[in-house]
Each structure stands twice: as structure tokens, then as C-alpha cells.
């Protein structure tokens, strides 16, 4: 179907064009070259993350092993299995007076009863829906231990398919002694098949008791950081070239109550010191990825930060009202901001540095909590100038943003929020059009249009491109905009909210349509917009049309079931030839899709058109997104 596309001649847009024109339909897009309408920013587009849909665990976040410090739910033993082989007999529960931190102070007690080397007994780690192994590929991992005996006891690790039971990859530490240590392995997969119906085996072959806390197993990562993110998921963003990242949410940021809050003193440092906790999103987050991860994943995709503090206010209500009890929260935000930007001669700059990390990173955004108009006792005016002026006198070039309009202060930014259904976002296309702009910018700091599940649909990707048209058309005031959610482990069970940009199990990670939607727009965005007009198109047509000094990006959006010709006008382009890439994402309904198992039937399609002189025939295929993109002589 995509390849038809390519194939479409001169002879037949005009054909088509020239039909148009008989039955009276003849539509027009006039984009003047010579005339510069307003800037674009180019931090448009960008990403909103959080911990939901197992984002992170289970997700970006390499870690293999579920439940690696025994804390996911009041049993501890989560996602662990008892191995007893053969004739062997052992037990496992959690024990609450034995773990090697003051964050972790609990652990997994496995108490071997019998066991020999031809009856081994231990544990079994289910992994987030499996554990993906790949062909001749490196493991590292580590785990603390201690055991009842000074003597060594060797502790056999094991990748083992969960079918064929055949090892995938396997080796051994020695645990020796009744005190904690870290003892750190590496396995290699050999030449096996890439699946993800595997498991890792912890198993020892004698009788005697081993506590366990904060077994861990990576795969290699994104340019090879320890304690890092998937390669694949990591590759799919990179195609998006995303300005910035707006991190830890979301309601992950505020927390079901302000103890669940993401408190981000708890998430630095070595994994061992940080004691986890249970999120919104109902399951609990390792909290590997911490502050310092967020901000080095930035640096990995050259984003800048937009980092959200928490502002005092928890999604059950819970608040600290603005004055003295919410000064210890404008403190924490403050030591936050140091810690991501203070050299080493200061007291979190210095923490940053011990963590690995001894250059500061650039922070030009802060917003101040999210979604603050959930707050029923309306404090949020209160809260926010409290934060913004504490920022603003430390911190004078940071853009302080204001999670909903606020009243009292004036901030540099107003987030807004949109989840809608297609014809709502096809509505809210226009929403900028007639901002003032004279008042502060704006962040569209979450939206999507929802319809299909767990990702978008083509209709969707539609209703997305539509709001995205109006989104470049008003980029002098919309600053910012980042899609949400990112993320959604499509396992069942995976997912507490859809629709989501890009899906993954263990192993493969897909786009949806609507990914491939913001990947094509992102990819040419221009430095500003053009002056243009439109006339005869039906209502489900949209465009944008910017340039930079090189280019010329011709956004075309056409939501409507049949093709939408049209003469576009390129008054200043010239009359020597010209040829325009034309990216072109298109299905045959709006429910058409990409899954994790089959992940590709809608995907852009690139083709070239050639432009003689400044007026193009051109047509527009009926569902269609496409970018054309000019080169300027
Ligand atoms: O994106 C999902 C949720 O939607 C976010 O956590 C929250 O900010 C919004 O309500």
C-alpha cells in the first residue's frame, strides 16, 4: 500500500488536480517563501516522562531482575520462585532484621534444608514478563549476600529458557562470611536465539541459610553506562530529536501521599542506598532510575532537563500550605536545583560529583509541581509564588513554570494539558491562534489524542499531527509541547493508562503511528513560519508551513477518507526546479495500527516529487500525514 505512494507520477496529481477542478473543488494553499510570520522554538518538541505503564522498571530501565531488594509487595518474595530439585528442600521468606543498608533493611532469607550438586536448590526470578537473552551477548550483574557459615559457599547463576530448561548463560559467586558484601558477576550468552521466555536461577548445592538483597542483572546498554537503559527504546527516541525531557511527571512527581512523593534525596547514590517506594501507578519502583539517571539519560540525547519539583501538594489531598510549613519543600527544591547545577564546592554540587558525575548540568527550566488545579483547597497560588520567588532569587536565569494558571505572581511559563479524543484534537488545533502574546509562554507538557490501546491508532496519529500543525503555527508562544504518556509495557497488566507513544514486552520495543507522527514533524521544523492562507479544503485539513534559511517544511495533514488535491502556491520560490522529500505516514482506516507483533504496517514512506516552478498540483493522499521538505537555493 506504501509503496503505491512512491509510484504516484506528476502525471497523475495533476490528473487528479485537474478532476478536482472540474467538479468544482478547487483548493489552494498559499505559502509565501519571502514572508516570515514568527519565530519557532527550537525547543518544541520534546518528551514527558514518569513511572507508569513499568516506563522505567521494566522498560527503559535495563534491569532484568523483578523485585531485586524483596520490597514490591507486604510478601517480599514478588516475581521470586522456590527452585527444589530433585530430592532437595529449602524455604524462602523475608526477613526484617537482616539487610545490608540503612535504606535496605530487609532482605530474602533462603534456607537450604538439603541439597547436593545433583539436587541444588535456590531461587527464581521471573524478570518484567520474561528475561530477554540475546545472542552472544554479556551480562553483568551483581548481589548482596551473607550467609550462616564463615566458610565460602558457592552460589551458581543461570539464564535457563523457560520451555527447554536449557542454560543460557551461566556462573557463580563465592559468598563467603556472616557479614554483608557486594559480590558483582558477568555471564555471556552464546549463540542461542533471541527470546524472552527465560528466567534466572540462583541456586546453591549444599544445606545452609543465604540472605539475599539486590540481585541484579543488566544487559549491555545505551552507550554503555552502568546502570543504564535499554538500547533499543533509547534508539527510538533518539529518531524523535527531542529538545528536552520534562521528568519525574506527572503524578509520579507528587505521589499518592506526600511520603510516596518522588523524593529525590532517596533516588541518588549507590543503588543499595536507595530504600525504594510504592508509586501512583500501583506497583512499586526500584527507583534505579534516579535523579542523577534522569539527567544523564538528557545528556545521552543531548535534551535539556525540564526538571518538576514537588510543590507541596499530593494526589490524596495532603498539602503544605504555603508560609512555614511549606519552606522545607522550597528547600529541598532549591537543593535539588543545586545538586543538578552546583559545582563541587557546594554541598549537593559535591553529592553530584561523589555520584560520578563531576560536571554540572545546563538547567534552564523548573516547573512547579503538576497539575495544580487538582488542588481543592485552591493553595496553589500561595504555594507556586513561594517557590517562584525562592527560585528566582537564587536561581535569576531559570524559567519557573506554573503547572496550571496562576493568579498573583506572573510566571515565565504555563503548562497545559490536553487528552482528548481525534475530533476534540482536530477542535484544539486552532486552541493558539488567538493567544495573547504578551503573557507568559506556553508548555503543552502533556498530550496525546487518545484513541487505541495500548498505543495510538492512525486515527490518532491524525488527530496528533492536526494538533501539532497548530502547535508550529503558534511555536512564538507554544515553547514547549511533549506527548504523553511515552511509554507502556504491553504486557498484561503492563499498562494503567492509554493510549502510549511506543510499546514493548522484554524483548522488542514498536512505534506507534502517532510516534511515527512526531518523529516525521520533528524532523523538519524550521526556524519560523511562513505567512499563508488556505481556502476550499473540507474541515479535516490542516498544515503548517515553516523554513529555515536552507529549508522549506510543508506540513499536510488530510484526516478525511478520500484525497484532498489542491494547488499549493510557493510564491518566492522561483522558477528554476526544485524536488521536495516527501515523508508520507497513510492507512487505509483510521483504526489501522502497529503491535508488538506485528510492528510496522503503518510507518512513513519517503518519495520525491518534483516542483517546476511556484505552482505544485499536488495531491493529497486520503488518511494522510505528510512532510514535504524543500531544499531552498
Ligand atoms: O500522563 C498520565 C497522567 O495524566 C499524568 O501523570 C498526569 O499529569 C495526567 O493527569
Redesign the pocket.
Given at each position: 500500500m506504501f509503496h503505491r505512494i512512491n509510484r504516484i507520477s506528476t502525471v497523475s496529481l495533476v490528473a487528479a488536480f485537474s478532476a478536482s477542478i472540474l467538479h468544482g473543488q478547487a483548493s489552494t494553499l498559499n505559502i509565501d517563501i519571502n514572508r516570515p510570520k514568527a519565530a519557532v522554538s527550537p525547543t518544541l518538541y520534546g518528551l514527558m516522562t514518569?513511572e507508569?505503564n513499568y516506563s522505567y522498571d521494566g522498560g527503559l530501565y535495563a534491569e532484568l531482575v523483578r523485585n531485586r531488594t524483596f520490597r514490591s509487595d507486604w510478601t517480599g518474595i514478588l516475581n521470586w520462585f522456590l527452585i527444589e530439585k530433585g530430592s532437595a528442600s529449602a524455604r524462602v521468606a523475608v526477613d526484617n532484621r537482616e539487610g545490608p543498608s540503612t535504606a535496605l533493611r530487609t532482605s530474602a532469607r533462603l534456607q537450604v534444608t538439603k541439597a547436593d550438586a545433583g539436587n541444588p536448590a535456590g531461587l527464581l526470578n521471573e524478570g518484567y514478563w520474561g528475561i530477554a537473552v540475546r545472542p552472544n551477548t554479556q551480562y553483568k550483574g551483581s548481589l548482596f549476600a551473607k550467609s550462616d557459615s564463615a566458610g565460602p559457599l558457592p552460589v551458581k547463576l543461570a539464564l535457563v529458557s523457560d520451555q527447554s530448561g536449557q542454560v543460557l548463560g551461566q556462573t557463580s559467586v563465592s559468598v563467603s562470611g556472616t557479614d554483608w558484601r557486594e559480590y558483582k558477576f558477568e555471564m555471556r550468552a552464546g549463540n542461542v536465539k533471541a527470546s524472552s521466555e527465560n528466567h534466572l536461577e540462583l541456586t546453591i548445592d549444599r544445606p545452609a541459610t543465604l540472605w539475599l538483597q539486590l540481585v541484579s542483572l543488566f544487559p549491555p546498554t545505551y552507550h554503555d553506562r552502568p546502570n543504564g537503559n535499554r538500547i533499543d527504546i533509547m534508539e527510538k527516541l533518539a529518531a524523535m530529536h527531542p529538545s528536552f525531557l520534562r521528568f519525574p511527571?506527572?503524578?509520579?512527581l507528587e505521589g499518592g501521599r506526600i511520603s510516596e512523593r518522588f523524593d529525590w534525596k532517596k533516588m541518588i547514590g549507590p543503588l543499595v542506598d536507595r530504600p525504594t517506594h510504592p508509586t501512583t501507578w500501583s506497583y512499586h519502583s526500584t527507583d534505579g532510575m534516579g535523579l542523577l539517571e534522569f539527567l544523564e539519560w538528557c545528556e545521552d540525547l543531548r535534551m535539556q532537563p525540564l526538571l518538576g519539583v514537588f510543590a507541596g501538594y499530593a494526589l490524596n489531598g495532603e498539602l503544605a500550605k504555603p508560609g512555614p510549613d511549606l519552606e522545607p519543600y522550597v528547600q529541598e527544591a532549591l537543593e535539588e536545583i543545586e545538586y543538578v547545577t552546583g559545582g563541587a564546592e557546594t554541598k549537593w554540587g559535591a553529592l553530584r560529583v561523589r555520584d560520578g558525575h563531576p560536571a554540572p548540568f545546563a538547567l534552564r527550566y523548573v516547573e512547579v509541581g503538576?497539575?495544580d488545579s487538582f488542588d481543592r483547597q485552591r493553595t496553589y497560588d500561595g504555594r507556586f509564588a513561594q517557590f517562584y520567588n525562592a527560585i528566582k532569587a537564587k536561581y535569576p536565569n531559570i524559567q519557573v513554570i506554573a503547572s496550571f494558571p496562576v493568579k498573583g505572581t506572573t510566571p515565565d511559563v504555563v503548562d497545559d494539558?490536553y487528552?482528548k479524543r481525534e475530533q476534540g484534537m482536530f477542535e484544539e488545533a486552532g486552541h493558539y491562534d488567538k493567544t495573547d502574546r504578551n503573557g507568559p509562554k506556553i508548555f503543552v507538557g502533556?498530550w496525546a489524542t487518545r484513541e487505541g490501546s495500548p498505543t495510538p491508532n492512525f486515527g490518532a496519529a491524525l488527530g496528533d499531527a492536526a494538533f501539532m500543525t497548530g502547535l508550529e503555527r503558534n511555536s512564538d508562544v507554544v515553547m514547549m509541547a511533549a506527548y504523553?504518556?511515552l511509554f507502556v509495557n504491553v504486557n498484561p497488566g503492563g499498562m494503567q493508562?492509554s493510549s502510549d507513544l511506543i510499546g514493548y514486552d522484554a524483548l522488542n520495543s514498536y512505534g506507534s503511528p502517532s510516534y511515527y507522527a512526531q518523529v516525521m514533524f520533528s524532523s523538519c521544523l524550521g526556524d519560523h513560519t511562513l505567512d499563508s492562507s488556505v481556502s476550499g479544503t473540507g474541515d479535516k485539513f490542516f498544515y503548517s508551513a515553516t523554513t529555515s534559511s536552507k529549508i522549506l517544511c510543508v506540513k499536510l495533514v488530510n484526516a478525511a477518507s478520500v484525497e484532498q488535491p489542491i494547488t499549493i502556491n510557493l510564491t518566492g520560490l522561483g522558477n528554476a526546479g526544485h524536488s521536495a522529500h516527501v515523508e508520507t505516514l497513510r492507512a487505509a482506516t483510521t483504526w489501522a495500527t502497529n503491535t508488538i507483533a506485528d510492528p510496522k504496517p503503518v510507518v512513513p514512506v519517503r518519495s520525491t516529487v518534483s516542483i517546476k516552478g511556484e505552482r505544485m498540483p499536488y495531491t493529497v493522499p486520503a488518511y494522510s500525514i505528510q512532510v514535504l521538505e524543500i531544499e531552498l537555493k
Open positions: 514518569e507508569i511527571g506527572g503524578n509520579y503538576n497539575e494539558h487528552y502533556e504523553a504518556p493508562w
